[in-house]
T-cell receptor, first 111, second 113 residues
Framework: DAGVIQSPRHEVTEMGQEVTLRCKPI?????LFWYRQTMMRGLELLIY????????DSGMPEDRFSAKMPNASFSTLKIQPSEPRDSAVYFC?????????FGPGTRLTVT | GESVGLHLPTLSVQEGDNSIINCAYS??????FIWYKQESGKGPQFIID?????DKRQGQRVTVLLNKTVKHLSLQIAATQPGDSAVYFC????????????FGSGTKLNVKP
């Protein structure tokens, strides 16, 4: 298995632009997580899905952030409009039981 | 969520020595803990886990110790190697949350040759 796949690996955008991050979980995993990692705040859980249904989105910082999981093999995290303070590494992870498998992350820079 | 913190942000050890990375947690309702390793430019990688009904668990060169009385978790790495250089995170889960983990701030381990 290729593991969790994220795209793009790097994204540089200007403030106010829409950003879409993509994730393909490991086949057969029924949980999908989106995390944000910064030096200041560490690794934060934004939202997670179970069987494509959002279970807990309490970590989503603002209405500018939205996440979808239209099917078991694909999820998106969208930021609209983006702001410089959104700059971070965004990780997607998937799991079947408790162990979460992380993707390589998307490094987002908003200028 | 509850805070999960690490005492030492950076730990430097000599190759071949044993390393001990510590983690304090504050949520007495946590029943499951995981240690992750994150190498530069990569996502966190599972190392070892432990449930609250245990106080010790061993893996290959790694041992996790759990002291529920003082809410303390440690990761011991035997015969530390250069490939162990990374940031290590502890993560905790509350008993009623099947899959929601809170991560600590991380400890950077530097292995000197």
């Amino acid at each position: 298995d290729a593991g969790v796949i994220q795209s793009p690996r790097h994204e540089v955008t200007e403030m106010g632009q829409e950003v879409t991050l993509r994730c393909k979980p490991i086949s057969g995993h029924d949980y999908l997580f989106w995390y944000r990692q910064t030096m200041m705040r560490g690794l934060e859980l934004l939202i997670y899905f179970n069987n494509n249904v959002p279970i807990d989105d309490s970590g989503m910082p603002e209405d500018r952030f939205s996440a979808k999981m239209p099917n078991a093999s694909f999820s998106t995290l969208k930021i609209q409009p983006s702001e410089p303070r959104d700059s971070a590494v965004y990780f997607c992870a998937s799991s079947l039981k408790s162990e979460q498998y992380f993707g390589p992350g998307t490094r987002l820079t908003v200028t | 969520g509850e805070s999960v913190g690490l005492h030492l942000p950076t730990l430097s050890v000599q190759e071949g020595d044993n390393s001990i990375i510590n983690c304090a947690y504050s949520n007495s309702a946590s029943d499951y803990f995981i240690w992750y390793k994150q190498e530069s430019g990569k996502g966190p990688q599972f190392i070892i886990d432990i449930r609250s009904n245990m106080d010790k668990r061993q893996g290959q060169r790694v041992t996790v110790l759990l002291n529920k009385t003082v809410k303390h978790l440690s990761l011991q790495i035997a015969a530390t190697q250069p490939g162990d250089s990374a940031v290590y995170f502890c993560a905790e889960k509350e008993v009623w949350n099947f899959n929601k983990f809170y991560f600590g701030s991380g400890t950077k381990l530097n292995v000197k040759p």
